[in-house]
């Protein structure tokens, strides 16, 4: 019975109508289990990221065994559907191999060739087919130091400038991204990444690109929008391209009644992505995953939370309806 509205126009085609690509997170399971996470994938994003399947620890779980099939489903179904590819991540301190903890432990000599191979096998399986990569993941500290990990503490802060030229030198035709999260607007650690870029653009590193998370919330993590604006202005006054690489909007964070806070997330998503799109640097928008059935975020915080654009009966929600205010507005 039809509803009177209008058809909905899907995200991707609002994103192309302005140069920005709109990608989601995929979780490999319910792509390969739901007709309906398929459908609604690829119908509303132009772009794909794996949430966990391309990073170091489930690609190389022992040293020199690797394991592409997740991620390869993944970049195939991106591929067959016109989507871009975000690789996700070639370093990181999270989902290492207990391997690479071993040779941090007891072999810091080894784990230099041991991060440059994985760099360069996993950018040579995937040439041509990654159109951004997280070369390096939140390598800055909440405070703005650089974050205690173990790459910082076997090999000194020059890994992050190392694995940057790895990267480029496996693919020089790959543009090379720095992502992190709580670096969204303006703030000691926005600054201290601002002032990282800086440095290894300097150094002439081979960086293209700052992604930003934005796991944001309502209340205390609403991000205000025109800080977000004034940084990625700043960093694209690098000559860097800026993408939000992973959105999701808690709503366990905000304090109005529950009823309210969904009309209270739509504004947030819509406020903060007319933000990112007033500024040319901003090239890419990500959600990290799409429909509630699928978050990452009840299992992190260990409350129910409804994040994400689709509800878990993929039904668009007001957040849906925000971004899509959000692509149309005029730039
Ligand atoms: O694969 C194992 C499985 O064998 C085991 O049975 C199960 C139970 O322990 O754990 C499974 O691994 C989980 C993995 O996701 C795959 O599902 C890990 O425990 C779990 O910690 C891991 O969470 C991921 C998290 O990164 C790890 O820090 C989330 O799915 C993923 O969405 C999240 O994504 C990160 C980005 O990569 C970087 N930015 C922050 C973002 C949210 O933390």
Known sequence: M??????????????????????????????????TYREVLAREFGAVTCTNAMKFGPLQPE???????????????????????????LVWHRQNP????????????????????????????????????????????????????????????????HAFRWAHEADPGAPLFYNDYGADGLGPKADAVHALLCDLLDQGVPVHGVGLQMHVGLGRLTPDPDAVAAHMRRLGALGLEVHVTEMDVRLQTGSGPLAERPAEQARVYERTLAACLS?????????????????????????????????????????????????????
């Open 279 to 331: 500024e040319r640097a901003c090239t890419s928008v990500t959600f990290w995953g799409f429909t509630d059935r699928h978050s990452w975020i009840p299992s992190f915080t260990g409350q129910d939370d409804a994040p994400l654009l689709f509800d878990p009966q993929y039904q668009p929600k007001p957040a849906y309806h925000a971004v899509a205010r959000a692509l149309s507005s005029q730039v």
């Open 2 to 35: 039809p509803t009177g509205r209008p058809p909905l126009v899907p995200l991707r085609a609002l994103g192309a109508a302005r140069g920005v690509t709109v990608g989601a997170a995929v979780n490999g399971r319910p792509l390969g289990a739901d007709a």
């Open 98 to 161: 207990e391997w690479i903890a071993a040779l941090a432990e007891r072999e810091t000599a080894a784990l230099w060739p041991a991060l440059r191979a994985h760099i360069q096998a996993v950018m040579e399986h995937y040439r041509g087919q990654v159109a951004a990569w997280d070369v390096v993941n939140e390598a800055v500290a909440d405070d703005g130091s650089p974050r205690d990990t173990l790459w910082l503490r076997a090999l000194g802060a020059g890994y992050v400038a």
């Open 63 to 89: 040293r020199g065994r690797f394991d592409f099939a997740p991620a390869d489903e993944i970049v195939a179904f991106g591929r067959d559907h016109g989507m871009a590819v975000r690789g996700h991540t």
